[in-house]
């Protein structure tokens, strides 16, 4: 350990920015989570105060879970969310394997091109897209979402996990096919392992958009039956009035399991970063 | 029986050629050692060899068979690479079953083999754990480990000491040297260390840009180098190479004095400057100016106080002095 960091005053002072970073990141949830917890008469008059005998009320979650299919639309989300993401690192990382891995014609083109989606955004081709999906008879499923949201994570995450594969040891590879692995299993056994802390990057990149995304299920999805969470509070908030107990209830719930996600994904990312894996 | 016989071997990734027309037999149970400058394509022979890389053209035969279609894994081949490649979620014991396991042998036959070399390599204590957990020298070891479990006809290593300590270096190669004898098996072997090549090898091969320049035994190569390139990458400290003309021959041409046979004195032929002196305790090394581009190298057996900006006289035995051309072929 460095002089820099033993030095008590730099320990301080690390650790007090980081927890009033804490702080200001944490502070919009805090006060979604208390407000979710009042009537609307005291969200509106002491929005920073916690709920106290008087304001408290489950009016909120109360409607929300009387109004329409929530934990249907939980559910959706969550389906749409986890195959998604699955999908997304599945195939990033085949394609990222191939391009980092095999010489063949055309390989630096086959990557640029992969990585264009990046620049372009997919909303571009809205219509296009529901035009496929009207003619594939899939909108209002759940593959209609998960196809497009695997397309739109795959360029970054194609381009993420190739630099990090290109950074595992040849010799490794090599000893495996030595050993007689095919390339599946070095891809699955030795690659993948090294590259978690990559992986579990492009997940949690991926994870929040998919998740807070109303644009597609709106488009492509409509349909009570496969209703995102986002979309089904959305009929909380009308051109008029919106009802914020239902609102911040509403979102209060869809926290919690983005959260539980991301837990999974950052345990992976500090211990693929410090198993010390390679060499 | 021939280990390896390779034919007119070529290697070129697009444009640009690596190996050129490589021919080469290594006899059963022969220790042969690539030496040449870094990147003159050891690796990749090696790499061609194992069936890493495909040859662009030419054969590669393998006890009789050619195996230009043959994946590494069937060639019968193991390799030990520099940076020991060992597989980090696997224990020492994994790695070394790994190869085994993929081959189908029976359980039994397996631990057999593990217990073996695990004693030939005394890796018995650290069977359980994982590569993260052991030394580097340790490292190695397994991955010695793992070529030996494999029974393999042919041994290919990769320059495996380059990464070890002097100390550990010097044992791992005396380990390495015991193994050869033990298990009679072929061995190539890739290096820069002089002293390795020197010490391990049945046969040296010199490689210069893709091309073997030439093939012999240690003191084959010391005592009569064929060309010039040769002449100066074999031996420690490397041959002077004087021009001719400072010792009243033709110009254009170059005489090779090994620095263990000039003799340093009053008088001599090529008279210089000292200009500086590396004492080993056992001899001393002399960098002597004599006008050409580079200092002339003399090893003198035993410590000797000379300073720098001494002149001095430099006497050899012209038997032992090599004369080439300016094309850099012998005379
Ligand atoms: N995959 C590749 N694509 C293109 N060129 C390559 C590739 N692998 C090696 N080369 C080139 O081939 C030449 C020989 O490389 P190689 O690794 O065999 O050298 P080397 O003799 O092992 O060197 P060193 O002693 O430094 O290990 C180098 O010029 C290198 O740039
Ligand atoms: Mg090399």
Redesign the pocket.
Known sequence: MNKARRNPFNIAAMHGALIVYTLIALFPVFVILINSFKTRKAIFREPLSLPDAESFSMIGYQTVMKQGDFFLYFQNSMIVTVASLFFILLFGAMAAFALSEY?FRGNTLMGLYLALGIMIPIRIGTVAILEMMVATGLVNTLWALILVYTAQGLPLAVFILSEFMRQVSDDLKNAGRIDGLSEYTIFFRLVLPLVRPAMATVAVFNMIPIWNDLWFPLILAPAEETKTLTLGSQVFIGQFVTDWNAVLSALSMAILPVMVLYVIFSRQLIRGITSGAVK | MTALKLTNVCKS??Q?E??KNIDLTVEESEFVV?V????????????VIAGL?DATSGTVEIDGETVNETPPAMRGIAMVF?SYALYPHLTVKGNMALGLKQAGHPKDEIERRIAEASRMLSLEPYLERRPAELSGGQRQRVAIGRAIVRNPKLFLF??PLSNLDAALRMNTRVEIANLHRQLSASMIY?T?DQTEAMTLADKIAV?RD?RVEQVGSPMELYNNPANRFVAEFIGSPSMNLVPAELIGRSAGEFVGIRPEYARLGEAGDLKGTVVHVEKLGGDTNVLIDIGADKPFTARAFGQYEIEPGAQIGIDYDPAKCFSFGSDGARL
Not at chain 2, 36 to 47: D, Q
């Open positions: 010489r | 990734f697009g640009v690596v190996l690539f040449g400058p870094s990147g003159c394509g050891k690796s990749t022979l090696l790499r890389e520099q990769d320059e890739v820069h490689l893709g």
